[in-house]
């Protein structure tokens, strides 16, 4: 992607920390820096910014920060990059539960900008593709659960076996072009 149109929202409560980051931003070649009132991180914030990626300065990061990027994680999810100079292991463990994608605790100099952001973008990428593997996996044996507990009710109140009670439910699915999972939870809602 070219850096000059890569949006970086950059959040600092200090203007002399934010102008200094912003100054090693623009020389790595970001141009379009964007941020908001940094008592006010919210997921509006970013929703109506939309960043490429979120870049946060705090001393130390508070429990109302980690908050708001768990909001920003399950709502509007960005990669993020939080640097601190807070070294405990418990806020940095906090920070990436949170949905940070990098935790710096030194200052970043130009030519660290961009292998940072990109390894912050590749750590997010990978995050999103194992969170959205587990949802389908997830919803995947929900599904069986349903059509195993409807092929149950459905063997019982028919006395068939199971193979054939699994071959009319997916006969039914199809003569009413609808899902299995569909007839399974009609199947479920009759017999409750």
């Known amino acids: 992607m070219n850096q000059e149109a890569f949006r970086i929202l950059l959040i600092d409560s200090s203007e ?3 102008n200094a980051l912003s100054s090693v931003l623009k020389e790595s070649g970001y141009r379009d820096i964007v941020t908001c009132d940094p008592t006010t991180v919210t997921v509006n914030c970013v929703t109506e910014l939309n960043p490429h990626i979120v870049l946060i300065d705090v001393k130390c990061p508070s429990r109302d920060t980690m908050e ?8 509007c999810p960005k990669p993020v990059i939080l640097l601190s100079q807070d070294e405990n292991i418990q806020g940095i463990e906090a920070a990436i539960q949170s949905g940070v994608s990098a935790y710096i605790t030194e200052g970043i100099v130009p030519s660290q900008a961009r292998p940072v952001i990109e390894a912050a973008m590749a750590t997010f990428a990978a995050f999103q593709s194992l969170r959205k593997e587990l949802t389908e996996t997830k919803n995947q044996l929900a599904n069986r659960k349903l059509i195993s507990k409807a092929k149950g009710i459905f063997m019982e109140k028919e006395n068939l076996s199971e193979n054939l009670a699994y071959h009319r ?21 009759a017999s409750e």
């Open 169 to 189: 439910m997916r006969k039914f699915a199809m003569d009413r072009k609808c899902s299995l999972v569909d007839v399974a939870r009609q199947i479920i809602e």
């Open 16 to 18: 002399e920390r934010f």
């Open 68 to 75: 708001q990027l768990s909001l920003i994680r399950d709502n």
